[in-house]
């Protein structure tokens, strides 16, 4: 799964700490999110989308792997 987190992030002049307090997880989460080494919970999706005011599926871009048969 693909994010804008880190470019909404990068647009509120925000660091990944600033970010990781106001939704109440680490840092690392931030990061792991950025890089792609972490999908997150449902209810954390919530949180992101609320907080920069808008869609989940406009910040969490999901991409259907394609099946070789």
Do not use: H, W
Not at 5 to 34: F, H, N, P, W, Y
């Amino acid at each position: 799964m693909d994010n804008k987190l880190e470019e909404l992030r990068k647009e509120k002049g925000l660091s990944q700490e600033m970010l990781a307090a106001t939704l109440d997880v680490s840092r690392q989460t931030i990061s792991s999110l950025e890089n792609g080494r972490y999908n997150p919970s449902l209810l954390l999706a919530f949180k992101i989308s609320r907080y920069f005011g808008k869609e989940i599926e406009s910040i969490f871009i999901y991409k259907e792997e394609s099946k070789d048969d």
